[in-house]
């Protein structure tokens, strides 16, 4: 699906055949959590939308200092799309964080800091796109308990398809179909009970503009994953901004909690979210080398191995689990010997 509006003036008149009560600005911070302010539509004038509206940076977790508090949201119209989950009618746009100290995208925001990727990548003579094709694993529960106090720490998490549960005493009985350990990978229903939940998920992301492929259990007990298509590395990412939120709200609004935490579940699969990942030029794909190793060109390899060699600094946002990273990164690098790529 493509975008609602592309221009302002579009933005107004899709605003007024929704007829939108609210307007609720988006941005990501450092650590990948959605914020949002909401304005009323009444008060959103067209200059707001082309220069930004300002907020308080210092309030925000790891982002600026006290002294240096005022930023902008520069919204990005190309993004609205209805939020299908508040009572009044409320469109959201995603936005970048401006800095107006250093009159530039600001450093420590994530849609800031790939656009000047793409920039620094087009003005290297790098490449002119790339695409990325994220796979988003979740968790659904149907119970969540947990304490962190000076005295005890522990959790809970519950799931009917736990196996855990297979002496639980449920109001109409325990049916005992459960997937058990590893084993949740393409079972049908009855073994597989997030059909319907999931199926509620899919047409919602459409319904915010994601085209959606396919949707299935996964190897854990209570997971899940839905395939949405890929895209460049901005729209990729704020689709999976949106993929959160809608599979999130999607659960909460039937009683139940989504998460996409790593490892909920000790001896079970975790969550990833492998990314398929491509760089283009005059629409020739320069990963793709016929012949070569595994087809993949030079471009490909050195790509590679800028992964590998930063993969500490990586690891810090995508990998909680340091030492597999660093146990992984160990063994590709002696397998296709990228020190010397």
């Not at 259990?217 to 901005?234: C, D, M, N, R």
């Not at 990729?236 to 599979?247: C, M, R, T």
């Not at 992964?307 to 810090?316: E, L, N, T």
């Amino acid at each position: 699906m493509g975008k609602f509006v592309n221009t302002t003036d579009e933005f107004y008149k899709y605003c007024e055949e929704h007829e939108v009560e609210f307007v609720d600005f988006r941005f990501t911070d450092i650590k990948g959590a959605w914020h949002h302010i909401s304005y009323r539509m009444s008060a959103v004038e067209a200059a707001m939308i082309d220069a930004g509206l300002p907020f308080d940076g210092s309030s925000i977790d790891a982002w600026q200092p006290i002294d240096k508090s005022d930023m902008l949201l520069k919204p990005d119209v190309g993004t609205a799309f209805l939020d299908p989950f508040t009572a009044d009618s409320t469109i959201i746009l995603i936005c970048d964080v401006y800095d107006i100290y250093e009159n530039e995208l600001y450093s420590k925001c994530p849609r800031s800091i790939a656009k000047k990727t793409l920039k620094y990548m087009e003005e290297a003579g790098i490449a002119d796109d790339a695409y990325f094709g994220p796979e988003n694993e979740f968790f659904v529960f149907d119970d969540v308990k947990f304490t962190d106090n000076i005295n005890e720490a522990s959790y809970r998490v519950e799931s009917e398809e736990g196996g855990w549960s297979s002496d639980t005493d449920y109001e109409f009985g325990n049916m005992g179909h459960r997937p058990g350990t590893k084993g949740g990978y393409f079972p049908t229903m009855p073994t597989d009970s997030m059909v319907d939940l999931r199926a509620e998920m899919m047409l919602l992301l459409e319904e915010v503009g994601l085209t959606v492929m396919l949707g299935h259990h996964e190897v854990a007990q209570a997971q899940g994953e839905i395939g949405i298509k890929f895209g460049g590395l901005i729209e990729a990412a704020d689709n999976v901004q949106k993929y959160k939120y809608v599979v999130k709200m999607v659960a909460h609004l039937n009683g139940k909690t989504a998460t996409f935490m790593p490892k909920p579940l000790y001896g079970d699969n975790g969550n990833g979210m492998h990314v398929h990942q491509s760089i283009w030029k005059d629409g020739k794909n320069l990963f793709y080398k016929e012949g070569e190793y595994a087809n993949l060109s030079k471009t490909a390899l050195d790509y590679l191995s800028g992964i590998f060699k930063h993969s500490d600094a990586v690891a810090a946002f995508t990998e909680p689990k340091y030492k597999l990273v660093q146990k992984t990164t160990s063994r590709l690098r002696s397998t296709f010997n990228l020190d010397l790529l």
